[in-house]
C-alpha cells in the first residue's frame, strides 16, 4: 500500500469550503496517511482549474460551474456553501433595515479576482479586488466595502460583531462546489481516499 501511496498529495480548494469540513479531513487523512506530505493551496475559480492542469495539485475545489476543460474531470459535490452579503459593523449600510441591490452599486465593492486574466466583468461601482475570500474578509472587517463572503468563513474567522450580513433580498445564497481533478494524473491511494470524503461529506 504504501509503494502506491503518493508521497506528496496537493490539495487547491476554495474558501466557500466549511473550516469545519476541512478540519475532520485533515485529522483522519493524518491518521490514514501519516507519511504523505500534505500540502494546502487556497485558490478559486480559474486558479484552481489552472492549478490542476499544470499538475501543481492533484485535486481542487471550486464554486460549481456549467463547463471545464476537456482534461478536467469533474464531481458535483452534496455538500453547499452559504453565501452572504457583509459590510463591517462601521459602515454606513450597516445602519439599514434593508439594502436594495442597487443601493450596493453606490458603495465600493469588495470582489474576488483570480491571478489568471479572465475577461474583466463590468462594475456598477467602485471596486477593489482580491484573489480570495479570507483577504475580501479582512478588507471588509476594516470597512473598505461590502462583500460577499461566505457565511461559514465569517463565522470562523470575523471577530465577533465586525461584521454585519445585510439584508438583500435574494440573500443569503446557496452555492454548489464541484470538485476537481486531472484526468491525465488522476489522484493515487491518499488522493482518491480524500475524493471519497468529500464526495460523503454534508
Known amino acids: 500500500?504504501?509503494?502506491?501511496?503518493?508521497?506528496?498529495?496537493?490539495?487547491?480548494?476554495?474558501?466557500?469550503?466549511?473550516?469545519?469540513?476541512?478540519?475532520?479531513?485533515?485529522?483522519?487523512?493524518?491518521?490514514?496517511?501519516?507519511?504523505?506530505?500534505?500540502?494546502?493551496?487556497?485558490?478559486?475559480?480559474?486558479?484552481?482549474?489552472?492549478?490542476?492542469q499544470k499538475e501543481r495539485a492533484q485535486i481542487g475545489l471550486t464554486e460549481a460551474r456549467d463547463s471545464y476543460p476537456t482534461g478536467i474531470g469533474v464531481t458535483r459535490l452534496p455538500m453547499q456553501t452559504r453565501m452572504a452579503i457583509y459590510v463591517s459593523t462601521t459602515h454606513p449600510l450597516a445602519e439599514q433595515h434593508e439594502t436594495q441591490a442597487g443601493e450596493l452599486h453606490g458603495w465600493r465593492e469588495l470582489r474576488l479576482n483570480t491571478y489568471l486574466e479572465r475577461e474583466p466583468s463590468l462594475a456598477r461601482g467602485p471596486v477593489w479586488s482580491a484573489p480570495n475570500y479570507l483577504l475580501l474578509l479582512s478588507m471588509a472587517v476594516q470597512g473598505f466595502g461590502w462583500c460577499a463572503l461566505p457565511c461559514a468563513l465569517v463565522d470562523e474567522f470575523a471577530a465577533a460583531k465586525s461584521l454585519v450580513q445585510l439584508n438583500v433580498p435574494g440573500w443569503p445564497r446557496t452555492i454548489a462546489i464541484d470538485l476537481l481533478w486531472n484526468k491525465r494524473s488522476p489522484p493515487g491511494v491518499a488522493g482518491s481516499w480524500l475524493r471519497q470524503y468529500l464526495q460523503d461529506a454534508r
Open 1 to 52: 500500500l504504501t509503494a502506491q501511496t503518493e508521497a506528496r498529495l496537493t490539495f487547491v480548494l476554495s474558501d466557500t469550503l466549511n473550516p469545519d469540513v476541512l478540519e475532520d479531513l485533515m485529522n483522519q487523512f493524518d491518521r490514514r496517511f501519516p507519511h504523505t506530505e500534505f500540502e494546502c493551496l487556497i485558490g478559486e475559480e480559474e486558479d484552481v482549474i489552472d492549478l490542476l
